[in-house]
């Protein structure tokens, strides 16, 4: 009489039935089998830790400017933010200095030239804003040398007290004279 299914207990059965040698060549290739799973997930490790290190490289690589902007700009300004602004040199080094100074960006030594050199030279002012800025700097520049000088010789020209007395006129304007009518 045929029967349509094996018990559990004639599965197991055949399961024990296995001689020592199988038994040995089963484990063997469960080992196998461990130890391909294991090469191939240290492969891919190995594989997304190279893709990291080359993205890394890459970010390294680009100019210094570009990532010094990122690292002293970038925690208040998005990248973009940079696009829309347009200075000469001499707008850009002024607006990095009123960072640090009104804003509280912290520099590096020696970072704010390439900071600068980067900026002015991606997202630069038209020529005429360029020629603008220039004048403004030799405004001030002229005019920190001038106000000083104005000053001292204002002070030279005046002499000391009391030199002049007989000099000038004991009052200016029309003179009107309170308290006696004579
Ligand atoms: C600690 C935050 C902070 C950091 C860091 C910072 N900024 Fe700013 N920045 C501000 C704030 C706040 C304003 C808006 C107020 C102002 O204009 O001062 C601003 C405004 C600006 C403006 C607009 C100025 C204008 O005239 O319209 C520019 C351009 C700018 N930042 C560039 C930079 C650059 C370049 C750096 C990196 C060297 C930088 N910022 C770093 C906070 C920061």
């Known amino acids: 009489m045929a029967r349509a299914e094996m018990s559990a207990d004639e599965y197991q059965a055949g399961a024990r039935r296995l001689t020592p040698a199988e038994r040995v060549r089963a484990a063997e290739q469960i080992r196998l089998e461990r130890e391909a799973a294991a090469r191939a997930e240290r492969e891919r490790e190995a594989e997304a830790a190279a ?33 829309r602004q347009r200075f000469g040199y001499a707008g ?9 100074v009104v804003n509280g960006a912290v520099l590096g030594p020696g ?12 997202y630069p002012a038209s020529p005429v804003g360029e020629a603008l800025e220039w004048a403004l700097v030799g405004a001030v520049a002229i005019g920190s040398v001038a106000a000083p000088w104005w000053i001292l010789r204002r002070r030279r020209r005046r002499g000391a007290p009391g030199e002049q007395l007989g000099a000038l006129p004991a009052t200016r304007g029309p003179q009107t004279f309170l308290g006696s009518s004579e």
């Not at 030239?113 to 002015?120: D, K, R, T, Y």
């Open 51 to 83: 893709t990291r290190r080359a993205a890394e490289a890459a970010l390294a690589a680009r100019p210094l400017g570009v990532r010094l902007v990122e690292a002293r700009c970038g925690g208040c300004h998005a990248r973009d933010y940079f696009e």
């Open 111 to 122: 970072e704010r030239g390439p900071i600068v050199a980067h900026l002015a030279a991606t």
């Open 92 to 100: 850009w080094w002024a607006t990095v200095v009123r960072m640090q």
